[in-house]
């Protein structure tokens, strides 16, 4: 999918803007070697929730990903998101107002716009919780569900 770019990314990180990444990589993906990645291959749902609950933003680099369920729990859990043009739904929910950046896919656009999203100015908890129940909604799998049948 393009987590090798984040990889570069985070090799590129001279300042350490990133302190920590936990990289979900499926079988087939390579590991990193860098002390400030923890690569998990599989973790539960509970897990999984407290990835989320401390995490400051979601990164998924995408070269393709026409759909992307991660990024429904990236809003569920309000975190921003940082991903690429290719990213399906990550596109979808920042072009919808959802904070985060889309960047292009490469190591150095990754980087900078995680310090975009480092500095930049977040809507208001109110704002923030009213979008995320429009937007998960609207991405519901009744809908989802209801467009693929009209196609």
């Not at 499926?26 to 990835?51: D, P, Q, T, Y």
């Not at 998101?81 to 904070?99: A, C, M, R, V």
Request: aromatic share 8%.
């Amino acid at each position: 999918k393009g987590i090798d770019l984040l990889f570069e990314a985070i090799s590129m990180d001279k300042f350490g803007n990133i302190k920590e990444l936990n990289a979900l990589l499926g079988k087939k993906s390579k590991e990193n070697s860098n002390h400030r990645i923890k690569v998990r291959r599989f973790v539960s749902k509970e897990e999984l929730v407290a990835l989320f609950s401390t995490s400051d933003v979601f990164v998924l680099p995408c070269r393709f990903e026409p759909y992307g369920l991660v990024f429904i729990e990236a809003v569920r859990m309000g975190l921003p998101i940082l991903t690429t043009e290719n990213s399906g739904l990550g596109k979808e929910f920042i072009q919808s107002g959802w904070p985060g950046e889309i960047v292009e896919p490469d190591a150095k656009s990754i980087l900078d716009g995680l310090d975009r999203i480092r500095t930049k100015q977040l809507q208001s908890i109110e704002t923030r919780v009213k979008l995320q129940a429009e937007l998960l909604g609207e991405f519901n799998w009744n809908n989802i569900a209801n467009t693929i049948v009209k196609l």
